[in-house]
Nanobody
Framework: QVQLVESGGGLVQAGGSLRLSCAASGRTYSNFVMGWFRQAPGKEREFVTFIRWSGGSTDYADSVKGRFTISRDNAKKMVYLQMNSLKPEDTAVYYC??????????????????WGQGTQVTVSS
């Protein structure tokens, strides 16, 4: 089993920055994919970004490209999400995820068996 614990959410004004952290514990694997999804009130859960534990390749949703950056620290089993130039539409609960998704479903939440409890990000206008 893998446990994921997010931290770093909060309230920020539009244009500001936040850094989310995700600590993984338990049995992790060198070929893990870890990432972030988010869900705003009344909206469906959506993909934000992922990073491959091995090699470090990443991808981002179009809505966050150029503003968000995902990174990892393999030794500490940590994943980070640096969020800059935040917009009110970024307001959501952000979830850290982990798993071994096939490339065909890597953007789908159902492909990740491990989820954190979520952390609230609120961006005021």
């Amino acid at each position: 089993q893998v446990q994921l614990v997010e931290s770093g959410g909060g309230l920020v004004q539009a244009g500001g920055s936040l850094r989310l952290s995700c600590a993984a514990s338990g049995r992790t694997y060198s070929n893990f994919v870890m990432g972030w999804f988010r869900q705003a009130p009344g909206k469906e859960r959506e993909f934000v970004t992922f990073i491959r534990w091995s090699g470090g390749s990443t991808d981002y949703a179009d809505s966050v490209k150029g503003r968000f950056t995902i990174s990892r620290d393999n030794a500490k089993k940590m994943v980070y999400l640096q969020m800059n130039s935040l917009k009110p539409e970024d307001t959501a609960v952000y979830y850290c995820v982990a798993g071994h998704p096939d490339n065909s479903v890597i953007y789908k939440g159902s492909a990740y068996p491990y989820w954190g409890q979520g952390t609230q990000v609120t961006v005021s206008s």
